[in-house]
């Protein structure tokens, strides 16, 4: 009977052994997805001054409640990005990094003009609890007569270990300049 139960629990550390494997939690398509400006997007009418994109929390979603990112035209050659997230239960991080994307009709691709990148932590709000998160940039060094979209990457660190990430992005609206 010892002599089995050895044999046992020698068998399965070699097994548990060989057949582990590390795992990196943030290294999932979706992440890497965001990291890419290859991501399609409407080109939408020339009326078109904004253009926003909503993403709900699913049924997968622990923490994140909503994501939202809009890009406008602000007028005079102002072009509006902004990008929020809120959640469900506090969290112990949240990050937000917002992309400006110009159409190249010559390559048929997006390409990254300007970004802002911002974290949260809940230290930094006056209840000392993380709920929402937003940020926003304005940007008048872009040519006009171009689409331009937004893309943002919604981050959260919760529970210790637990993250989760969702990207938004709009559709491509022309700048014009508008006075």
């Not at 052994?17 to 997805?33: E, P």
């Not at 190249?104 to 911002?118: F, H, P, Q």
């Amino acid at each position: 009977m010892k002599k089995t139960l050895k044999k046992t629990i020698i068998i399965s550390l070699i097994f548990t052994i060989l057949l582990s494997r590390t795992v990196f939690a943030r290294d999932v398509q979706q992440y890497n997805d965001a990291k890419s400006a290859n991501v399609h997007s409407v080109l939408l009418p020339k009326e078109e001054k904004v253009s926003y994109d909503i993403v709900y929390g699913s049924a997968k979603s622990t923490a994140l409640g909503t994501a939202v990112c809009s890009v406008a035209n602000d007028g005079k050659g102002v072009i509006r990005v902004w990008a929020e997230t809120t959640m469900f239960k506090p969290v112990d991080w949240a990050g937000i990094t917002l992309y400006l994307e110009q159409w190249d009709e010559k390559n048929k691709a997006w390409r990254i003009v300007a970004e802002a990148e911002k974290e949260f932590l809940p230290k930094d709000e006056a209840d000392g609890e993380l709920t929402s998160a937003t940020l926003e940039m304005s940007v008048s060094d872009q040519p006009m007569g171009y689409y331009y979209r937004a893309r943002a990457l919604h981050e959260l660190e919760f529970d210790g270990d637990w993250y989760e990430i969702r990207v938004t992005k709009t559709d491509g609206i022309l700048m014009e300049y508008v006075p």
